[in-house]
């Protein structure tokens, strides 16, 4: 049995979400930001739970996207250090795109930090290709972001061309 479950992420998740910030962002979401995402309309979050046994279940890792019309823009991904590199990351884009896509989504955007080598790297290997540059995107270092996209399926035309 897998260790390992996936959930909506609920308010009493919000402080391991914290920790997890931290030790991983330079500029980490806030509570309010967090509990102003959960009550976002079109919004969804998603954690990572693992038992263990004598251990309980801890929250090991997230994600945080908005649905809006047919597009998923992911906004949070992390996975506390000690669970990096064993594909929680990649299920949970993988999840997450699929919970998009039975929702109408055709594509998923995001932006990542240039310096992000191992988040782009991992982007590309989920098939996102790069589709633009945001100058000075992240206003605490000035550092410029990629804009990101995957396509999941393909755009219906609401008009027909030959008419």
Known sequence: MNP??????????????????????????????YENELACEGSFSFAIMLTEPDKGSQLIAYICFRIVIDEMHLFKIGVARRWQHIGLATYLCQQ????????????????????????????????????????????????DALVMMKQIH?????????A
Do not use: M
Request: overall charge positive; proline content about 7%.
């Open 4 to 33: 390992w479950q996936i959930k909506p992420v609920e308010t009493e998740d919000i402080d391991r979400i914290l920790e997890i910030e931290k030790e991983l962002f330079p500029k980490p979401w806030d509570r309010v930001s």
């Open 96 to 143: 997450s795109t699929q919970f998009a896509s039975e929702k109408g989504a055709v594509a998923v955007y995001l932006e990542v930090r240039v310096s992000n080598i191992p988040a782009i790297s991992l982007y590309r290997k989920l098939g996102f290709t790069t589709v633009g540059k945001r100058p000075r995107y992240y206003p605490e270092t000035g550092e």
């Open 154 to 162: 393909e755009k219906k035309r609401i008009f027909n061309s030959s």
